[in-house]
Structures are given as structure tokens and as C-alpha cells.
């Protein structure tokens, strides 16, 4: 069930009309007539102007402007594949909250459309079958908690469902035991008296009772201590291994290099970049320019690149980083290796001297 936008636009100031039952063409594509209640001027400047950031210099589309008209997304074109792991990133007030609103038809798109395996959401029953594939976890789930107790918060959605308390239970039970719950301990008590980690993993695990296929997850681990924010990750990364297609929002550019095999950069509502980790993050000056990191591992390794050091140009993380630079220092045939570019070597700066010596070995 892959999800597709296809030029997809999207304006707070002039949304698409909710209630558009089984006419789902009442939305325009762009190109097309503009929705009721809207006029050209509405859709025209986003949909008329802009192309993907990347592509050109293509006039800046209305973003933020002062008239009214916040494009808070603009001509997005991509797919989301089944079982990838895609990362969304970009500045504040990019959209990428706004984006993931339209993988389970929360929101639609005021221009454009998102098809799910085919199927254009703008129509009731396929959103409806979309949400029940799609569980989107928004940013501070725990927020939304609202049951007596964690078992009724968790067994919300599929009470909802209309499924069985036999059914309900299994899933209470299955959902709790994912995020490393345990039932007997927690299930009676208010979800109010958890820690703050605790209940964003009550709130997962209302997520998951649904048995999305796909979880979209805006932010998950913000707010959260290094080690819950590490097991938080572990979490996601081992639902995502058991079959679960993942979108996550992110600001942390390390969790992104690390979890993803693509990422999405938006800027100003257009898609700014698209690629695997690798591709992304070796437009490195570029990313800076519109107030985004890479990787603290990868910066150092493209500051050691332009310093002269001659790393081969691929996506690190620490661990590769390190063994890189244990080879360059060795030096391929047990020859020091300058770090400098004045002919100091590594050695040499170490110990002081300006006398070359062997490497360690
Ligand atoms: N309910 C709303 N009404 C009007 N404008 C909104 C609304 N929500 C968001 N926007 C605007 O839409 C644009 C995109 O917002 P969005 O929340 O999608 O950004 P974001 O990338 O998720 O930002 P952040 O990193 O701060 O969470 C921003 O200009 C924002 O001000
Ligand atoms: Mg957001």
C-alpha cells in the first residue's frame, strides 16, 4: 500500500472542503478548476509557480506571506514505499507536520491528491480504510491521553474498531507488551500517575492496537531523556524491522542518518531534498543554508575533506569515522599520514617533535 503525492499543495488559509463523500474529483488536481469556495487566485500561486526547491530558482511560492495565504506545502511529488523507513526533516514551520496530516487523510490537500495503493484519499471509504492502515502518533502523544485507566486508553481505538472484548483484550495485552509494558503492573492504573515516558509508551501503544501497517510518528523521542530517547528509538527501529513502514519527523540529524533509508528535507513547503542518508547529507553547505546540521559524525568528516584529509565521501557515523581515520593513520603502507597539510604528521603533532616516526600499529 504505498501512499503518492502527487503535486500536492496545501493552504491553512484555504483547505479543501471536508465533506466530500464518494466525489472526490471536487478536489482539484492542479492544473484543474479550484474547489468551491476557493477562487484561481487561492490555488494559482503555489500551484502555478513553485517547482521542487531542489529543481530551479523557481519564484518562492507564498509561504508565510503577509496577504493570508500560507502555503504551508507546495507541488509536493513522492512516494512512501512499503517497509521503508523515510525521514522527514526541515526547518520550523516547514510543514512537515502538515504533511504527515495527509498520509491518513486527517487533512487534504487544497491542490494535488495522495493516493493510497492507487486510490485517491479524497474519497470517504478510502480514507477510512487509510486510517485503519495508518497510525500516526503525534507530537507529545502523551497530551492526549485521556482514559481512567491505561487499559481503557489503549483499548480506545479498537473499542472503536467494533471488535470483541476477547479481540480488544489480545490487543491491549499485545500492544502493551511492544512497548515494554507490563500488563499486570500498569493496566489498572491511571495513565496520569505514569512518568512522562511511560505514558508517550501508553499512547504508542494505543497506536499500535490498531495494527497500523504504517506508523507516522511527528517528533517522537522530542522532550525525552538520552536513555529513554535511545529506547524509544530502539522501539521504533524494531517495529520498523518487524514489518512496520515508518515516516518519522525529526530535528536530530544523527536519528535520521542512523534509522532512515531515505529522507525528505521540505523548506518552505517544498520539497527541498530527497535521497538515501548519503545523498542528503552530502549536500551538506546547502542543508546549512537553510538552518539544518548533518550528522555530527559526517560534519567532522566533510571538515577533515575540505582540510585536505582524504576521506572517500561516504555517510559516517562515529564507529566509521573512527575506523577511517585508524586507516588513514596507519597509513596504507605503515607510513604516517599528515594531518595537517604543513608535513607535520600525526605522530610528529603528538609527541611534540618534528621528527617523523613509525605509526603505532
Ligand atoms: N492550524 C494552522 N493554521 C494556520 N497555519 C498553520 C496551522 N498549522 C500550521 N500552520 C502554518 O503552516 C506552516 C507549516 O506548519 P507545520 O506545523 O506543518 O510546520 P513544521 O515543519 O511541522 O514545524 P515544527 O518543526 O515547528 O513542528 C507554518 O507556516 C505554520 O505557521
Ligand atoms: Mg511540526
Redesign the pocket.
Known sequence: MPIAFEQVS?S??APAKKKRGKKAAEIPAVGDAPALGQTDADIAPCAADATNAAASNAPRPL??NPEGK????CNITFTLEDGEFLG?A????????????HMNGLIHPTSGRVLVDGVDIADKKAAAAARSNVGVVF?YPEHQLFAATVYDDVAFGPRNMGLGSDEVDARVRESLAQVSLDFDDICDKSPFELSGGQQRRVAFAGVLAMRPTKLIL??PVAGLDPAARNDFLKLISELHEGGLTVVM?S?TMDDLARYCDRILV?K??LLFALGTPEEVFSRASELREIGLGVPSAQKLANDLKDAGIGLNGRLYDTASLADALAALYRGAEGKPVSLDGEGETRTAARTGGGKEEPCPK
Not at 500560507?70 to 506545502?73: I, K, Q, S
Request: no cysteine; net charge negative; aromatic share 14%.
Open positions: 496545501y491553512y488559509s509561504w508565510g500560507t502555503w504551508a506545502l522527514i526541515g526547518h520550523t514551520g516547514s510543514g512537515k507536520s502538515t504533511l504527515i496530516q507530537q511527528d517528533e519527523v530535528h521540505l518552505e513547503g
